[in-house]
Structures are given as structure tokens and as C-alpha cells.
């Protein structure tokens, strides 16, 4: 069957746009052959399959619907062997976590810092985090959902750097219009922020919404620019 040819906007004959959604397969294709944010370059072969797994059986069972022995099987490693690496679910679940959270607030903090004016700082700060939502998925999804259990239980280092403190800090610079009416607390404006970014996620996992994440950020932007006025 000959394809009908497709409009000069980069469509096809019918209307879908080719362009974007070929953009969207090549960005696939190539994180796909990349290792994800949360296996370091020093990782041994056997932790990397561990690591990946684990985070596999997390975003689509939850903690509590895991045990070692699926990590194990799903691995394709003996329990023995995943314990010469982690000494519990737990343990394995921790590091995983502190890892995608410290990389995640590492970019976003990095974005931040490298622009001048507010609006730059917070496109930049969006960006990274749909960019992130894209590029590894099931790593933002397994932050989000086990935040409530596994953030008690990270390091020191990691509960300094919170995501909600690096979103107030920038929504406090946002300039104030003389003529805007009463002015939003920063720790509100980021509360919203956060909680609509991952709500997003949320319904891109789910297929409410089409993605990829990133063609939301000019929309997301636009409504937190206005939030912060």
C-alpha cells in the first residue's frame, strides 16, 4: 500500500503531524540504548540488572508488591547474588531513590543557576523535569509514589536538597506587578507547581493525555509565570 502524500506542514494526508512524532521515536530510540540516570558509570554489570529490575517491579508494583525474590527473578540473579549488593529491599530501594532524587535535583538546580532572568530560570526548571518525565519515566514515577516511605529513610545530604525548596526558591523571584492584587505566598505557588508537574506525570503514564511531556511545557510555563505574578 502507497502512503497518500502528506501536506508541506510536515503532516501526513491525514493530518497527523509526522515531523513531531518522528522526533518523538528517534528520542526514544536513542535513551533506549542508554543506560538510565539512576545506574552510575562504576556500576558492575550484575547491579546495573539489579538496579533496573528493581526500579522495573517498583513503578509497576509498588514497594510493597515487591520482594526480593521477583528482583531476584526478574534480574535473572540469584537472591545470594543480589545480597553481595544490597543487603535488603529496603537498601536497594533507598539507593535507588536518593540516586534519581539527588540527579533530579541536580539538573533542575543546574537549569536554575545557568539563566539570568526569571522566566529563563523557570523555563529552565520545567524543562528539565519534562525532559526527565520523557527520558525516564518510570524513574519519575517511582520518586513521586514512594516519596511518603522512602524519604524519611534517605541521607542527611539528600533531604537538604528538596524539590518543593528549589521550586519556592525560584517562585520567589518572580517579579511583582505594582497593579496584581493580593501576592502569593512562594511556598504556594511552588506547592502548585509540584503538585501540577506531577499530576502530569501521572496522566502521561496513564494515557489520559498524549505525549510527549515536553510538548506541555509552553502551556506549563505560561500557567505558572501567571500563578507567580
Request: proline content about 5%; charged content about 20%; some cysteine.
Amino acid at each position: 500500500m502507497i502512503p497518500r502524500a502528506g501536506g508541506c506542514d510536515g503532516s501526513d494526508a491525514n493530518g497527523v503531524n509526522l515531523t513531531g512524532w518522528l522526533a518523538y521515536a528517534n528520542l526514544a530510540a536513542i535513551m533506549g540504548s542508554m543506560p538510565p540516570f539512576y545506574i552510575s558509570d562504576d556500576d558492575p554489570p550484575a547491579k546495573r540488572h539489579i538496579l533496573r529490575a528493581a526500579m522495573k517491579l517498583f513503578s509497576e508494583h509498588g514497594l510493597a508488591g515487591t520482594s526480593i525474590r521477583d528482583i531476584a527473578r526478574e534480574s535473572g540473579y540469584t537472591n545470594p547474588a543480589l545480597y553481595k549488593h544490597f543487603a535488603s529491599k529496603e537498601e536497594l530501594a533507598v539507593h535507588l531513590f536518593e540516586t534519581c532524587h539527588q540527579r533530579l535535583w541536580t539538573r533542575c538546580s543546574a537549569a536554575i543557576e545557568a539563566a539570568t532572568t526569571f522566566d529563563a530560570k523557570l523555563d529552565g526548571y520545567v524543562g528539565q523535569i519534562l525532559e526527565l518525565v520523557d527520558e525516564h519515566p518510570e524513574a519519575m514515577a517511582f520518586l513521586s509514589e514512594s516519596a511518603r516511605v522512602l524519604w524519611p529513610k534517605a541521607g542527611a545530604t539528600v533531604r537538604r536538597r528538596t524539590m518543593i525548596g528549589l521550586a519556592r526558591d525560584l517562585m520567589s523571584l518572580a517579579p511583582r506587578s505594582r497593579h496584581s492584587g493580593r501576592v502569593i505566598n512562594p511556598q504556594v505557588a511552588a506547592a502548585c507547581m509540584q503538585g501540577t508537574l506531577a499530576e502530569l506525570a501521572r496522566m502521561l503514564q496513564v494515557g489520559v493525555i498524549p505525549g510527549p511531556a515536553s510538548r506541555w511545557k509552553a502551556d506549563l510555563v505560561a500557567l505558572f509565570r501567571q500563578a507567580s505574578a
